[in-house]
């Protein structure tokens, strides 16, 4: 866990471009190394993420702002990310939204789709046995993610040239193992080549 943990602290890097190839390591030793695992036995794998920095020399502005520390649950209003270390809430910070998991031949799509499945039904009155954590799994693999723009609905904050990045990543899937219809397939959006 700690080579994850150091994948995910971008407060050192300066360009754009140093940011995007960590990017491309993370996103492939996510669907390549880890899984979310919740409770005994119960395993999901990524299937579609996508990326938020930012920092002096990658002003992504849509990006969430937050104090956390690398590998941290970030919930806010469009999901939940994988957080990126945080050097105050002003400086850099960031993280990878889940938008796709799979447990067995089910696609759970979309970001809150995700937080429903994942954290739904804890109590509260004791630490839950089942809450999700990020493990290695036991079967690697070696499928490359693609590469897509994201998925922003609004697209208001046009002064943002990072608005149509390519920073969304997943593994392509039977469209039938979708649980809902899912306007957002990465498959039919644009592709990086």
């Known amino acids: 866990m ?13 360009s754009s471009n140093v940011i995007e190839d960590c990017f491309r390591k993370v996103a492939k030793e ?3 190394n ?8 119960c395993f999901y794998d990524f299937v579609e993420i996508e990326f938020y920095y930012y920092s002096e020399g990658h002003q992504d502005v849509i990006t969430y702002a937050r104090t956390a520390n690398a590998g941290d649950w970030f919930f806010h209003n469009s999901g939940v990310d994988i957080a990126f270390k945080s050097v105050n809430d002003k400086e850099c910070y960031g993280g990878i939204l889940i938008r796709g998991i799979k447990k067995g031949d089910a696609v759970i799509a979309g970001p809150l789709n995700c937080v429903d499945e994942l954290f739904d039904k804890f109590t509260a009155l004791e630490i839950p046995k089942d809450f999700p954590i990020i493990t290695l799994k036991e079967n690697k693999t070696n499928e490359e993610p693609k590469c897509c723009k994201r998925w922003i609905k609004s697209k208001s904050q046009n002064l943002n040239k990072f608005i149509d990045a390519y920073y969304c990543y997943y593994i392509n899937v039977d469209p039938s193992m979708y649980t809902k219809k899912y306007e957002a397939n990465p498959a039919k959006r644009e592709q990086k080549e």
Do not use: A, R, T, V
């Not at 700690?2 to 300066?14: A, G, N, Q, V």
């Not at 880890?34 to 036995?41: A, D, L, S």
């Open 2 to 14: 700690e080579e994850l943990k150091k994948l995910l602290d971008l407060s050192k890097l300066k």
């Open 30 to 32: 996510l669907f390549q």
């Open 34 to 41: 880890y899984h979310i695992e919740k409770g005994e036995n």
